[in-house]
């Protein structure tokens, strides 16, 4: 018979032994940002993931990087969306159709859409920040005894760096009310010119019975999080996607360590309230 201690160790060595995954796809999104369709080398269906968690994605000889998971809970393979950035995901984004790639996961806590039914919820994304919402925004969209409304809060540097043009206007046939805004406009742009923080105010949500998630570069999120009260927001009712650099997504590395909280295994979602002290809100 197997303790429970021994359990447990059994499956840290699990999660931290990368299972190979083959590209199924990839997809440009803007010059410097991809999206990576893979799916299981054996056949077989991905593990099941929960809205918000995020997988370690291991390019052989290369190196790990931790990556949200973007897809569709009922789709048939794992989506992720990423920006070159260092030495793991400018090989990563070389990577074609067929080749291989180590995946562990996934890890982490997840969005709250559990508690959105009857509700409005607002979605505030800042650059790749709608990455790790797209999932949820899929899924609430599906629901029908979901959400009374769902509304998107986009904040972009330039219109170039639009993540998902063509599901944005999907999203939009299928309800979703969008309001996107960019911090310098360029080209054509004839759109809303500021930070996503100027979208809030006027935003259609009603503040006492809204559900907020919230991704993006963390000053962003800070300053989101004071808009939201501001408009009445209760701060139980706010839900931040934290990034930090994660190498064992176990808890035993400590490099994600976040105040007392570990950002792989007790994050990468936590409600407001409970990081306030650790985000350095008040001094703003």
Not at 138 to 159: A, E, F
Not at 190 to 207: K, Q, S, Y
Request: charged share 25%.
């Amino acid at each position: 018979m197997v303790s429970r201690v021994e359990e447990h160790e059994v499956a840290d060595v699990n999660s931290m032994l990368p299972q190979p995954f083959l590209v199924r796809r990839m997809r440009r999104e803007t010059p410097d940002t991809f999206t990576i369709e893979i799916e299981p080398a054996t056949g077989d269906k991905p593990s099941r993931f929960a809205l918000g968690q995020f997988n370690m994605l291991y390019v052989f000889g290369c190196g790990e990087i931790a990556i949200s998971i973007c897809a569709d809970p009922r789709g048939k393979s794992l989506m992720h969306t990423t920006r070159v950035v260092g030495t793991v995901t400018k090989a990563m984004a070389k990577l074609r159709r067929g080749d291989m790639l180590g995946v562990r996961g996934p890890f982490g806590s997840s969005w709250p859409v559990e508690q959105v039914v009857g509700r409005d919820v607002v979605l505030v994304a800042g650059g790749i920040g709608l990455a790790p919402l797209r999932g949820a925004l899929c899924q609430l969209l599906r629901q029908r005894k979901g959400p009374r409304r769902v509304v998107l809060l986009y904040g972009v540097r330039t219109p170039e760096d639009i993540l998902y043009r063509r599901e944005l206007e999907r999203w939009r046939n299928s309800g979703l009310q969008i309001y996107v805004t960019v911090d310098r406009a360029t080209g054509s742009w004839l759109g809303h010119v500021g930070v996503v923080t100027t979208l809030i105010p006027h935003a259609p949500f009603d503040p006492v019975n809204t559900v907020a998630l919230v991704c993006g570069p963390e000053v962003m999120m800070r300053y989101t999080a004071l808009e939201l009260q501001k408009r009445g927001v209760s701060e139980t009712s706010i839900f931040l996607s934290m990034e930090r650099n994660m190498k064992c997504a176990i808890g035993f590395c400590g490099h994600c360590q976040f105040g007392p909280e570990f950002i792989c295994k007790d994050g990468p979602v936590f409600s407001y309230d409970h990081i306030k002290k650790w985000l350095g809100i008040w001094e703003l």
